[in-house]
């Protein structure tokens, strides 16, 4: 009896997560096949795949939104390289050397991850609008380096501080400075945190579309793809639903293929994480 309990509780249980699974993954499914179908068989078929498959959607989204697509890359690629270097020194620098208000300085750091970031957006606006202008990729790259460095550096400190402090004591017995210590030994022992710090960085850099539509008002050629999407792309095709699949498609590729290929190294580096804290 108790044995049949267990079993009828284990098929409930399973038969939930599969239910609660295809909930979560049938929309993805249909935006792909979707992406596929003309206009008249999107509005026959759009719940299920059909044959033959219609690729005019996809080229037409992908010769719409390369642009856009590289304009991601170039601002993603230098606002992580920016988040990286500046998060790897400043928490090297908590981490390994001694100053005044130190802990405290610190302490300010960890308090900027507790301000939710729609609070700030008007003030950080009014801010980097007096200083760098609109309509230009510096006000798109700035704030991802300053926003981005905050965790960066509260993870990184705490990898840091993990690091046998013989190490250190050996490398300045040899003549090593900070400078050194911090590119021979800290950064190739954070390799798979920075990259995973790197990936973080990315993808949350494809997916904001709240800041550059509003940092871009004029110059639509300098959008990132999710705004882009947002404010020229969904406006222009919003009556073809397979188009608009087809450039939700195109703008989900790069993202697909960047964790098909770092998902050893995103594990990796959350792992090495928290075996040091």
């Known amino acids: 009896m108790q044995r049949t309990k267990i079993r009828i509780g284990q098929i409930v249980d399973h038969v939930l997560l599969v239910l609660m699974l295809l909930v979560m993954v049938y929309p993805l499914f249909m935006a792909v096949w979707c992406s596929f179908k003309s206009t008249a068989e999107f509005n026959i078929s759009k719940w299920y795949p059909t044959l033959p498959l219609n690729f005019e959607n996809v080229w037409f989204a992908l010769k719409e939104l390369w642009v856009y697509i590289l304009n991601t890359v170039f601002v993603g690629g230098a606002g992580t390289l920016g988040v990286l270097v500046v998060s790897s020194l400043a928490a090297y620098a908590f981490a390994r050397m001694k100053f005044f208000l130190k802990n405290f300085l610190y302490g300010m750091v960890i308090a900027l991850m507790m301000i939710p970031a729609i609070m700030t957006l008007v003030p950080s606006f009014m ?7 609109t309509d230009t990729y510096l006000i ?12 960066g550096v509260f993870l990184l400190r705490g990898f840091f501080e993990g690091v046998s402090e013989s190490i250190f004591e050996a490398a300045k017995m040899d003549g090593a400075g900070d400078l050194r210590c911090y590119l021979s030994i800290c950064v190739p022992l954070s390799v798979p945190i920075l990259l995973t710090l790197a990936i973080m960085q990315l993808t949350g850099t494809w997916n904001d579309y709240i800041w550059p539509m509003i940092a871009i008002p004029s110059d639509a050629n300098k959008l990132t793809i999710a705004a882009a ?34 998902n050893r190294f995103y594990v990796e580096g959350l792992t090495s994480a928290a075996v040091k804290f």
């Not at 798109?140 to 965790?151: D, E, H, Q």
């Not at 947002?230 to 406006?235: G, N, P, Q, V």
Request: glycine share 10%; no cysteine; hydrophobic share 50%.
């Open 127 to 133: 801010l980097y609008k007096q200083l760098v202008g």
């Open 140 to 151: 798109l790259i700035i704030p991802i380096i300053t926003g981005g460095s905050v965790f």
């Open 229 to 262: 999407i947002k404010k020229e792309f969904l406006s222009a095709n919003s009556g073809s639903y397979p188009t608009l699949f087809a450039g939700y498609l195109i703008a989900s590729v790069p993202l697909i293929l960047l964790y098909v290929f770092s």
